[in-house]
């Protein structure tokens, strides 16, 4: 344990008040629930609409410190140096699309996984928004600095509020505040205004439902927050059931079911793996991804339904049908949504298949699991009609 | 009725004692949704993890107040955990255990003594 303070978010002293209980989360002062506790709190966002303060993420800003007046090129040139350190391809990102990528180290190991925006203004080409993730951000920020070297500066917003709206209902919530947020679809972003300061407002989240995260600067993100609250259809949600909700949705937290031993292929990320990246081989461990997907691969991270017994939690073994230890849960526990417990964890690819039946031990006992399709639970993004 | 520090209530009736956790820790918890409960027969020692009670969020072991053998678990528990939030003092208990000594049973805080403890944290 160490002395240091906790940090602190521009919405910390709002969920004290809301009588939030409080955890040490990345370095912060976060809320893992509040009154309703983590069962309410799950089941309320999946039907209405929930509140999380992630303001303890990593946004930040890399933009090339000289323009040379060319949108696209000043776009290409930015990609191109963020480009060196993950296997998203950045270049073909449209104005305000947003894209899921993966920061690898030369073993093709995943440092972290992050969001890559391309910003909507022509004043703001040759810039990029990059949102980190909270335990890994002092690191990230380092990688992302060096590989800018001296053609770019990388601008820390991570004393900015970010608040995440997620559900059914986050749409008609946001939208009645901030207007911009219904032409948004999945995946987008753009620039609004809240009471005369500028936020940006994405349609993206971390629970498979449709919402948004809006970025706000610290001195007007308590307000936002409450006024959010005003709708009888929103409530805050803690970081219990953030987790609850992103396991359901299939996505991984880093830290617990990604590592710098873990590769794109490995953790089932592989659509991060842009085609244009594929083809020039051009990302760091390249040649390691491309032998995986070719059938070189070793271990896969997959769902798992346990059958009976107690919820199989991180650090619990999997084993196969003769008991021999095949993998380990990287993520487990009671799924909310279904009324069972559900787990992440990685198996060999031969034992990957849905319906492939295994174990998991849990404090001591064998109990019956099946590898199942992610999501657990339907995602409901807001896609653009095709 | 008596109480642990880790939050456990005992009763006696005779030398059978009804144990169970506390409504304090049932709040800590939150909503609990899955419960092991030892077999009838088990033998525990005052201090032994005999229960297991699981949140959404995480497992936690439930330690005997006291010791003695398991005569009847309460069954209907694991087919609804909820009780244990609605009643944790009352039909949210989990075993009762034939006392093997129950002057273990003086070592432990009463009602007053308990809620003077949770002042405290």
Redesign the interface.
Known sequence: MSDTPLKTTPLTDAHRAAGARMVEFGGYDMP??YAD????E?LWTRSHCGLFDVSHMGPSFLRLKTLSGDAKADHAAICALLESIVCGDLRGLKRGQLRYTLLLNQQGGIIDDLMVGRPVGDSRQGTLQIIVNAGTKEGDFARIAAAAGDAAELVRADDRGLIAVQGPEAAAVTAAIIPEAADLSFMTLTPAEYEGERVIISRSGYTGEDGYEILVRPGSARKLWDRLLQDERARPIGL??R??LRLEAGLPLYGHDLDETISPVEANLEFAISKRRREVEDFPGAARALGELAGKLGRRRVGLRVLEG??A?EGAEIVDRDGAVVGKVTSG??S?SLGA?IAMGYVPPALAEPGAALGVIV?GKRQAAEVTAMPFVPHRYHRKPA | MRFTKDHEWVEADGDVATLGITAYAAEQLGDVVFIELPSVGKSLKAGDAFAVVESVKAASDVYAPISGDVVEVNAELPDAPETVNAMPEKDGWFAKVKLSNPAELDALMDRAAYEQFLSTL
């Open positions: 893992v629930q506790g983590v069962l309410k799950h219990g059931a987790d609850s107690a919820p939690r526990g009671f909310p417990p404090r």
